[in-house]
């Protein structure tokens, strides 16, 4: 009992005092919805369903831009440069004249060469009528078997003149043929590094200019040997299902995350891995009619992979992890109770943590609050918008994507 007359102090009897302590703790937890009861609903947690689905795999890896095709202009004959025939910059077409060497020399040895045949065929035709005379004065004995041979060897060796000075001819007209520079690619030709009145030799090492065709580009990526023969390793096993249509598929993305509005061709795997770097070279065909890419930009490539059949996902935020590193999970019973199981997660995508061991097909899995829960306890649930049933499997389905350089266990 206490008193509280005016300038009196308060005076609390023991019993009191006593009971004081177990009135202030009941008032705290009550206020504070602290446990009264193992079985009273304490919180209200979202949920999902763990999805057992075939999870198509992809992996995305970093890699450059490359010319599908780049030629070098050199001349194959020597001379002065009289003109440059293509401006710098522009579209050229195979075959089209790019310089205009000194070409006197060279019409002279043609000239030369052409009178040469001529002569050569006169001779041959001489020799045959020699040849076809004696022979039939051969034939009736009126010269002897030396003439006639000697006649024939003379008409052979005419006709090997006359090969002789056709192959000189066609050297000729190739050396004044190529007087003019043509380029060997079509594409596009870059600056000059010569100017009218040079003095250029025959397969010199300086270049007079480069020709790159940009209408296609090649991508090469590196891709991590482990992942590669895991990948490798689940198809022979038969734990995962080769795609090809999915596996010729390819996106880019740029720097700055957009998309490449033409998708690529997968091109070719490397048979043999860097000893440096331990990755396997890639290599996509990409379209670039309206030249956005250009060698040596760095871009990001999506590849199709395999698709993994009866994979069981679950969001990422549904796992955690203990101190000494363990994963686990919170399941909701059917009475909605808590119940932590300890899993065994495969490997991380876009879409949750691929389960190898631990958890069942459609158990329903805690999504948040994972810090206030213990099992045992007993709480209300909400279900995440989005992953019930139907809308969980849509959202599973989608390429599982695998970020540069990680590996998928997946044997």
């Known amino acids: 009992m206490f008193t509280g007359l005016p300038g009196n102090k308060i005076r609390l009897s023991v019993p009191v005092l006593c009971i004081l302590p177990l009135l202030l703790t009941a008032c705290f937890e009550t206020e504070h919805g602290g446990e009264t009861s193992g079985q009273e609903v304490r919180y209200t947690v979202k949920v999902a369903q763990a999805r057992l689905v075939d999870l198509p795999l992809s992996f995305e890896l970093n890699g450059r831009v490359y010319a599908y095709a780049r030629a070098d202009v050199r001349p194959q004959v020597g001379g002065l440069i009289k003109e440059r025939l293509f401006t710098e910059g522009s579209q050229v077409k195979k075959g089209q004249p790019l310089y205009q060497l000194d070409d006197a020399l060279y019409q002279a040895d043609y000239l030369y060469a052409r009178a040469q045949l001529s002569k050569a065929s006169d001779n041959k035709k001489q020799a045959r009528l020699d040849y076809l005379r ?47 520079v043509r380029a060997p690619i079509s594409g596009t030709i870059g600056k000059s590094a010569v100017t009218p009145g040079a003095l250029v030799t025959a397969n010199q090492e300086a270049v007079l200019a480069s020709i790159i065709d940009l209408s296609r580009v090649y991508v090469d990526v590196q891709q991590s040997g482990v992942q590669w023969r895991n990948f490798k ?179």
């Open 233 to 411: 390793q689940g198809l022979l096993s038969g734990r995962l299902k080769a795609d090809e249509k999915r596996r010729r598929q390819v996106s880019l993305f740029f720097e700055d995350g957009s998309r490449y509005a033409q998708s690529g061709t997968y091109s070719l795997s490397e048979v043999e891995v860097d000893e440096s770097s331990g990755s396997v070279t890639l290599r996509a065909v990409f379209d670039n009619q309206d030249g956005l890419l250009l060698p040596g930009m760095a871009v990001k490539l999506n590849f199709g992979g395999p698709v993994y059949p009866d994979a069981l996902i679950v969001p990422a935020t549904a796992v955690s992890q203990d101190t000494a590193g363990r994963s686990f999970v919170y399941t909701i019973e059917a009475d909605n109770t808590v119940q932590r199981r300890q899993v065994q997660p495969l490997f991380l995508t876009e879409q949750g943590w691929v389960i190898a061991e631990g958890l069942k097909p459609l158990q329903q899995l805690a999504l948040s609050g994972a810090q206030k829960l213990k099992s045992g306890m007993k709480v209300a649930v909400e279900q995440e918008p989005g992953m019930d049933a139907e809308g969980a499997d849509s959202a599973y389905r989608e390429a599982a994507t695998f970020a540069p350089g990680g590996a998928a266990d997946v044997q």
């Open 134 to 180: 004696y022979q039939e004065l051969f034939k009736h004995d009126a010269a002897s078997r030396q003439q006639y041979e000697d006649k024939r060897l003379a008409y052979a060796l005419a006709q090997d003149e006359e090969e002789l000075a056709k192959a000189s001819l066609l050297r000729a007209q190739a050396e004044l043929d190529y007087t003019k």
